[in-house]
Protein backbone atom coordinates (compact mmCIF):
# COMPACT_ATOMS: atom_id res chain seq x y z
CA UNK A 1 0.00 0.00 0.00
CA UNK A 2 1.45 3.35 -0.82
CA UNK A 3 1.90 6.00 1.69
CA UNK A 4 -0.32 9.19 1.71
CA UNK A 5 0.82 12.20 -0.12
CA UNK A 6 2.69 14.69 1.91
CA UNK A 7 0.13 17.69 1.92
CA UNK A 8 2.32 21.43 2.17
CA UNK A 9 0.67 24.23 3.07
CA UNK A 10 1.83 27.84 2.62
CA UNK A 11 1.26 31.28 1.91
CA UNK A 12 1.94 32.52 -1.21
CA UNK A 13 1.53 35.14 -4.41
CA UNK A 14 -0.95 32.78 -6.86
CA UNK A 15 -0.54 33.86 -10.50
CA UNK A 16 -2.74 32.97 -13.25
CA UNK A 17 -1.69 33.36 -16.98
CA UNK A 18 -3.38 33.05 -20.40
CA UNK A 19 -2.88 32.85 -23.69
CA UNK A 20 -5.70 35.07 -24.99
CA UNK A 21 -7.52 34.05 -28.33
CA UNK A 22 -5.16 30.80 -27.98
CA UNK A 23 -8.41 28.49 -28.73
CA UNK A 24 -9.21 30.61 -32.29
CA UNK A 25 -5.33 30.39 -33.27
CA UNK A 26 -5.40 26.50 -32.20
CA UNK A 27 -8.31 25.80 -34.68
CA UNK A 28 -6.69 27.70 -37.15
CA UNK A 29 -3.75 26.42 -37.13
CA UNK A 30 -2.38 23.92 -34.98
CA UNK A 31 1.25 23.87 -35.63
CA UNK A 32 1.53 27.15 -34.80
CA UNK A 33 -1.00 27.20 -31.74
CA UNK A 34 2.18 24.36 -30.70
CA UNK A 35 5.08 26.89 -32.04
CA UNK A 36 3.44 29.59 -29.62
CA UNK A 37 3.64 27.08 -26.50
CA UNK A 38 6.78 26.04 -26.70
CA UNK A 39 7.83 29.56 -27.24
CA UNK A 40 5.97 30.64 -23.67
CA UNK A 41 8.39 28.17 -22.90
CA UNK A 42 11.35 29.75 -24.18
CA UNK A 43 10.91 33.47 -23.17
CA UNK A 44 8.71 33.06 -20.15
CA UNK A 45 10.18 30.58 -17.96
CA UNK A 46 13.44 31.85 -17.28
CA UNK A 47 11.67 35.00 -16.26
CA UNK A 48 9.72 33.13 -13.79
CA UNK A 49 12.64 31.19 -12.13
CA UNK A 50 14.50 34.48 -12.05
CA UNK A 51 12.18 35.95 -10.12
CA UNK A 52 11.78 32.83 -7.49
CA UNK A 53 8.83 31.69 -8.61
CA UNK A 54 7.64 27.70 -9.55
CA UNK A 55 5.96 26.99 -12.24
CA UNK A 56 3.08 23.98 -11.21
CA UNK A 57 1.52 23.39 -13.97
CA UNK A 58 0.53 24.29 -17.46
CA UNK A 59 -3.12 24.15 -17.97
CA UNK A 60 -3.72 24.24 -22.13
CA UNK A 61 -2.29 27.83 -22.57
CA UNK A 62 -2.19 28.97 -18.92
CA UNK A 63 0.30 28.80 -16.35
CA UNK A 64 -0.22 28.26 -12.70
CA UNK A 65 2.67 29.96 -10.87
CA UNK A 66 3.18 30.94 -7.11
CA UNK A 67 5.76 32.70 -5.43
CA UNK A 68 7.05 33.22 -1.71
CA UNK A 69 6.93 36.99 -2.31
CA UNK A 70 4.21 39.16 -3.51
CA UNK A 71 6.25 41.64 -4.51
CA UNK A 72 8.05 39.48 -6.47
CA UNK A 73 5.29 38.08 -8.43
CA UNK A 74 4.06 41.54 -9.43
CA UNK A 75 7.86 42.11 -10.77
CA UNK A 76 7.55 38.88 -12.78
CA UNK A 77 4.38 39.88 -14.12
CA UNK A 78 5.61 42.92 -15.02
CA UNK A 79 8.59 41.94 -16.64
CA UNK A 80 6.93 39.35 -18.79
CA UNK A 81 4.52 41.50 -20.47
CA UNK A 82 7.34 43.88 -21.30
CA UNK A 83 9.44 40.97 -21.97
CA UNK A 84 7.00 39.56 -24.63
CA UNK A 85 5.20 43.02 -26.23
CA UNK A 86 6.61 42.29 -29.26
CA UNK A 87 5.98 38.28 -29.88
CA UNK A 88 3.33 37.70 -32.33
CA UNK A 89 0.07 36.35 -30.99
CA UNK A 90 1.94 35.62 -27.65
CA UNK A 91 -0.77 37.83 -25.76
CA UNK A 92 -1.26 37.04 -21.97
CA UNK A 93 -3.19 38.16 -19.55
CA UNK A 94 -1.98 37.73 -16.30
CA UNK A 95 -4.13 37.62 -12.64
CA UNK A 96 -2.62 37.38 -9.07
CA UNK A 97 -3.90 36.78 -5.88
CA UNK A 98 -2.45 36.36 -1.94
CA UNK A 99 -3.49 33.16 0.28
CA UNK A 100 -3.24 30.05 0.74
CA UNK A 101 -2.54 26.86 -0.99
CA UNK A 102 -1.98 23.16 -0.26
CA UNK A 103 0.41 21.76 -2.62
CA UNK A 104 0.66 18.05 -3.07
CA UNK A 105 2.44 16.74 -5.59
CA UNK A 106 1.71 18.64 -9.02
CA UNK A 107 -1.79 19.62 -7.52
CA UNK A 108 -2.00 22.71 -5.86
CA UNK A 109 -5.38 23.65 -4.45
CA UNK A 110 -6.78 26.06 -2.31
CA UNK A 111 -9.76 28.54 -2.27
CA UNK A 112 -7.55 31.49 -3.49
CA UNK A 113 -6.56 29.47 -5.88
CA UNK A 114 -9.89 29.52 -7.19
CA UNK A 115 -10.08 33.35 -6.96
CA UNK A 116 -6.39 33.88 -8.90
CA UNK A 117 -8.00 32.22 -11.80
CA UNK A 118 -11.25 34.24 -11.92
CA UNK A 119 -9.11 37.53 -11.51
CA UNK A 120 -7.02 36.60 -14.73
CA UNK A 121 -10.26 37.28 -16.75
CA UNK A 122 -10.38 40.77 -15.78
CA UNK A 123 -6.38 41.62 -16.86
CA UNK A 124 -6.26 43.37 -20.44
CA UNK A 125 -4.25 41.80 -23.15
CA UNK A 126 -0.43 42.68 -21.58
CA UNK A 127 -1.80 43.75 -18.46
CA UNK A 128 -2.05 42.41 -15.17
CA UNK A 129 -5.14 42.27 -12.53
CA UNK A 130 -4.19 42.05 -9.37
CA UNK A 131 -6.81 41.29 -5.89
CA UNK A 132 -7.04 44.10 -3.08
CA UNK A 133 -4.87 42.08 -0.62
CA UNK A 134 -2.08 42.11 -3.59
CA UNK A 135 -2.82 45.80 -4.21
CA UNK A 136 -3.06 46.54 -0.28
CA UNK A 137 0.70 44.35 0.14
CA UNK A 138 2.35 46.15 -2.53
CA UNK A 139 1.06 49.63 -2.10
CA UNK A 140 4.03 51.07 -0.03
CA UNK A 141 6.28 50.19 -2.90
CA UNK A 142 6.58 53.52 -5.23
CA UNK A 143 7.59 51.26 -8.12
CA UNK A 144 3.92 50.35 -8.17
CA UNK A 145 1.32 52.05 -9.80
CA UNK A 146 -2.34 50.75 -9.48
CA UNK A 147 -6.04 51.70 -10.20
CA UNK A 148 -9.64 49.97 -9.43
CA UNK A 149 -11.27 48.21 -11.48
CA UNK A 150 -14.35 46.73 -9.69
CA UNK A 151 -15.60 45.01 -7.05
CA UNK A 152 -17.49 41.89 -8.53
CA UNK A 153 -19.39 38.84 -7.87
CA UNK A 154 -16.96 36.20 -8.91
CA UNK A 155 -18.62 32.67 -9.79
CA UNK A 156 -17.39 30.02 -6.92
CA UNK A 157 -15.94 32.61 -4.67
CA UNK A 158 -17.47 33.33 -1.18
CA UNK A 159 -14.67 36.09 -0.41
CA UNK A 160 -15.40 39.73 -1.21
CA UNK A 161 -12.41 40.57 -3.48
CA UNK A 162 -11.83 44.17 -5.07
CA UNK A 163 -9.74 43.58 -8.58
CA UNK A 164 -7.03 46.23 -9.70
CA UNK A 165 -4.50 46.70 -12.44
CA UNK A 166 -1.11 47.40 -12.70
CA UNK A 167 -0.40 50.41 -14.25
CA UNK A 168 3.13 51.17 -13.97
CA UNK A 169 5.37 50.69 -17.28
CA UNK A 170 2.81 51.83 -19.00
CA UNK A 171 0.93 48.41 -18.82
CA UNK A 172 -2.65 48.48 -20.53
CA UNK A 173 -5.87 48.64 -18.88
CA UNK A 174 -8.79 46.86 -20.11
CA UNK A 175 -11.99 47.81 -21.50
CA UNK A 176 -14.59 48.97 -18.97
CA UNK A 177 -17.30 47.99 -21.16
CA UNK A 178 -15.87 44.92 -20.89
CA UNK A 179 -15.40 44.49 -16.92
CA UNK A 180 -18.56 45.80 -16.77
CA UNK A 181 -20.29 42.81 -18.74
CA UNK A 182 -18.63 40.66 -17.26
CA UNK A 183 -19.79 42.51 -13.51
CA UNK A 184 -23.15 41.76 -14.94
CA UNK A 185 -22.78 38.40 -15.83
CA UNK A 186 -21.63 37.13 -12.68
CA UNK A 187 -24.76 38.98 -10.82
CA UNK A 188 -27.26 37.54 -13.16
CA UNK A 189 -25.76 34.30 -12.11
CA UNK A 190 -25.64 35.46 -8.63
CA UNK A 191 -29.92 36.65 -8.54
CA UNK A 192 -30.52 33.17 -10.75
CA UNK A 193 -29.45 31.20 -7.59
CA UNK A 194 -31.32 33.46 -5.20
CA UNK A 195 -34.20 33.28 -7.17
CA UNK A 196 -34.12 29.18 -7.48
CA UNK A 197 -33.19 29.10 -3.62
CA UNK A 198 -36.46 31.03 -2.77
CA UNK A 199 -38.35 29.06 -4.92
CA UNK A 200 -37.05 25.88 -3.11
CA UNK A 201 -37.90 27.21 0.23
CA UNK A 202 -41.87 28.42 -0.99
CA UNK A 203 -42.23 25.04 -2.08
CA UNK A 204 -40.81 23.13 0.65
CA UNK A 205 -43.47 24.93 2.96
CA UNK A 206 -46.44 24.86 0.95
Known sequence: MSSPRKVERKLAAIMFTDIAGFASLASNNEQFALDLLQKQREVVFPIIKSYNGILHKELGDGLLISFNLTSESVKCAIDIQKTIKDIKDLN?????????????????LGDDVNVASRIEPFSAVGGVSISGKVQQNISS???????????????????EISIFAIISENLPLPDMSTINAKIDKSNKFKKEILLSTTFGILLFFS
Open 92 to 108: LRIGIHEGEIAIGGNDV
Open 141 to 159: NPDFKTQFLAKPNLKGVNQ
